[in-house]
């Protein structure tokens, strides 16, 4: 399995993690050879005639050896292949060609898997399946070469065929790389995924359901790292199904895409997230469980270098250098390698925070300055970008002037990253930055905006957990329901027993007692019928009114951590007024001689001016508390009039309906009001408008959403994400809506969002 997506195309980086070719992974062949041991089985096998038997024989040799040679088991494909095409065996041709094709693709050496392809294609074409096949791993091969217009090529060649087979699971795969061909056409790639996840889900071999699937959680939900966490999770019981276990177990027995390997790469995708999220208990239990299926059964593969890099970072975010550092020499020994040579952007990353930890800051900034990005931000997997690493310990070091340049870059780029590890980590070292320049306001601004970051994603933590230990108490109330059951039916069968017992010695009495006691025992299993038919109704009774209960104390929990959220993020200003207190202080005791008197005043006068509009910016931060306490229209206006009152622009407001919006839910007016804030932030911030209006109206099926300015308007229709509408974007087709963007013929830009309710 490949953990190096730094280096392939941007769309299908993650995708790599689906393509796991068996000579690098597969830990079920019962041999391991040395070179000298593989090439003479080798030498052995060739002398025999092709047969079925021997060909699988070579399978698994080339398989066996291909754990810890590779170059050998490609010395031996080679040879066979030429074998083979000469007895004209277009199976096993084929088998051979795509299974060295995938090896190649796994390891990134793209050219030479595009060749081996191209060979494939013409092995198999007019065969069908077979040719099928090939059109799909060829899909996924410019995916993640980023070569589009081969890729678009081939999507359409593929479809075609697939459709008129009716070939369902290729046909998946082929519509869920074609969703990923295009990441920013977000209804294009919910439509292109949700028809891959409908074919795939009728199939009784879920690879292609998984495949679509995980990609949906993995790229379709990429800026929403909660909802990713969820489905990640419920992929899981997904990933335990049979038909994704086929590695395959040999070489010869499966030559389409396979999502081999289901369940390390969840659990290396609910890792990162939860680094993303900062939960790092979490991580490292997911950590964990990667390590003990990917790692453990075969400690030398040839990717386990790569994942040993991943522990050790996982492990110095949880602080535990000691075992961080186990890993990370492991993982230098593996590569065998001079270390400024090794390929793997998350080593230096881990190897950077243990010098750190050390307090060796120049070792520090050596490793993490070897990926960093000239332009700014690194590409990859790894979660935190790793120039903040850098940044960070530039500023230890008193290299303010490169610092301030990368942080300068990331205070624009954290638009779908703020509430995530990356805004997490960019306010507390910009913070750390701030003060070690003297910047005390701004220090004090980065700090607030820190600790309001972290609450949030510390609430989202303690959420999780508290849904986590409600699910394994309805595990436990089921496993007591069930005891209790089995003992209510041995003390029935105990009791039975002995009434038989009791029966036949009263039967030889008469059989006038005989047709008593029947009668008896038929009345009294009659009423113990309906004695347990009462227990059970009351059971049940009991046992929803129960979860009920559960629930609500989970919600009430829930209400009383959002608002002592609220207290604490307005408390936090007491150190911003700390610091005014300090000033006026020092004035006071130096008196009218203090010559810096008046500047310590006016400083003052700026931090008590932040303290109130930091106190005023928290207060509508705090959105669902704000509309939950004065309903969703008094939220929209009280927005609107504090722009209006900003002076910036003349906003016009009008709101129709939303009187009564008890039969929404919390969540979906939150996501409504989100939307709002950043279509009016996207009008302050690019429009350079004098005037703009905003309408909210409540239909009876939808709600719709138009705003337009006066401004500069649109220079480029076909590219406006990056005015910072992804996010928008994104909401709207989760809220299963529509959005139009238009530049108006007088100037300016007109914004129209349609969300179809549904009840």
């Known amino acids: 399995m490949s953990l190096r997506p730094e280096m392939s195309g941007p769309h299908f980086a993650r995708l790599i993690l689906l393509c796991l070719f068996v ?343 050596e490793y993490f300055k070897k990926f960093a990005s000239a332009d700014g931000y690194s590409k990859g997997f790894h979660v935190l970008p790793l120039e903040l690493y850098y940044a960070h310990i530039l500023t230890l070091n008193k290299k303010y002037d490169q610092a301030e340049k990368i942080f300068n870059f990331f205070s624009g780029a954290l638009v779908n990253k703020k509430y995530s590890a990356t805004g997490y980590y960019y306010n507390y070292f910009k913070a750390e930055f701030l003060k070690a320049k003297g910047d005390y306001p701004g220090y004090m601004q980065s700090l607030e905006t820190f600790y309001a970051i972290k609450d949030s994603l510390t609430n989202l933590n303690k959420y999780r957990a508290i849904q986590e230990v409600l699910a394994k108490v309805r595990i436990k109330d089921k496993e007591q329901q069930i005891t209790k059951l089995n003992e209510e039916s041995a003390y029935r069968d105990r009791e039975i027993r002995k009434e038989r017992i009791f029966y036949s010695v009263v039967i030889g009495l008469s059989v006038l007692a005989i047709g008593l006691l029947i009668l008896n025992s038929r009345n009294r299993m009659i009423r113990n019928r309906q004695k347990e038919a009462l227990q059970q109704s009351e059971m049940e009774r009991m046992d929803k009114q129960r979860h009920i209960d559960l629930m609500e104390g989970v919600m009430e929990a829930g209400e009383k951590e959002r608002r002592k959220i609220a207290d604490q993020l307005h408390d936090e200003v007491s150190s911003m007024l700390a610091l005014a207190s300090l000033s006026v202080s020092s004035t006071l005791e130096k008196g009218r001689s203090d010559e810096q008197g008046e500047q310590k005043l006016h400083k003052t006068q700026e931090i008590l001016s932040s303290v109130s509009s930091t106190i005023r910016d928290l207060s509508h931060q705090l959105n669902p508390l704000v509309i939950e306490r004065y309903g969703f229209r008094k939220a929209v206006l009280d927005s609107a009039e504090i722009i209006n009152l900003s002076g910036k622009i003349t906003l016009e407001t009008v709101v129709v309906g939303f009187e009564d919006t008890g039969s929404y839910n919390l969540p979906f007016l939150n996501d409504l009001y989100r939307i709002i804030q950043e279509l009016l932030h996207n009008v302050l911030k690019h429009a350079e408008a004098t005037e703009a209006s905003l309408e909210v109206i409540e239909h009876t099926d939808m709600v719709s959403i138009i705003v337009e300015d006066n401004g500069v308007g649109l220079r480029d229709l076909s590219h406006v994400d990056g005015q910072g509408l992804s996010t928008i974007r994104s909401r709207v087709a989760y809220l299963n809506g529509k959005m139009e963007i238009s530049n108006k013929q007088d100037g300016g830009v007109l914004v129209v969002i349609e969300i179809y309710l549904v009840k």
């Open 23 to 365: 000579l690098v992974t597969n830990p079920v062949s019962s041999e391991t050879y040395t070179p000298q041991q593989g090439r003479a089985a080798w030498k052995e096998l060739k002398k025999k005639p092709v047969t079925e038997e021997s060909f699988r024989e070579v399978c698994d040799l080339i398989q066996d050896i291909g754990k810890n040679n590779l170059d050998i088991s490609y010395e031996i494909l080679a040879e066979y292949l030429a074998t083979i095409q000469k007895l004209g065996d277009k199976r096993k041709a084929h088998i051979i060609l795509m299974s060295w094709a995938k090896a190649k693709e796994s390891l990134h050496f793209f050219e030479e898997a595009e060749k081996l392809y191209a060979k494939a294609r013409a092995n198999a074409k007019g065969t069908g399946q077979m040719y099928r096949e090939t059109l799909a791993l060829t899909v996924l091969l410019y995916g993640e070469w980023s070569n589009s217009d081969s890729s678009k090529k081939y999507v359409a060649l593929g479809e075609r065929e697939c459709l008129l087979a009716k070939d369902k699971e290729n046909l998946s795969f082929i519509y869920t790389f074609k969703a990923l061909s295009n990441p920013a056409d977000t209804s294009f790639m919910h439509q292109y995924l949700n028809r891959a996840i409908a074919l795939g889900a009728g199939l009784k071999d879920k690879n292609a359901l998984f495949t679509a699937r995980y990609n949906y959680a993995n790229i379709f939900l990429q800026y929403n790292p909660q909802k990713q966490v969820v489905e990640f999770e419920s992929l899981l019981e997904l990933a335990q199904d049979s038909s994704l276990y086929r590695f395959p177990r040999k070489l010869y027995e499966r030559t389409a895409f396979t999502f081999r390997n289901p369940r390390p790469s969840v659990y290396y995708q609910l890792m990162q997230l939860n680094l993303l999220l900062t939960d790092f208990e979490s991580a490292g239990k997911f950590a964990e469980l990667f390590y003990n299926v990917s790692i453990k059964p075969n400690p030398n593969a040839a990717q386990a270098a790569y994942f040993n890099a991943e522990m050790s970072l996982v492990k110095s975010c949880q602080q535990d250098y000691a075992t961080a550092a186990e890993f990370l020499d492991r993982s230098r020994k593996q590569f065998n390698l001079p270390e400024d040579k090794i390929p793997y952007v998350s080593y230096f990353i881990a190897a950077g925070l243990l010098a750190e930890h050390r307090k060796e800051y120049a070792k520090a900034e």
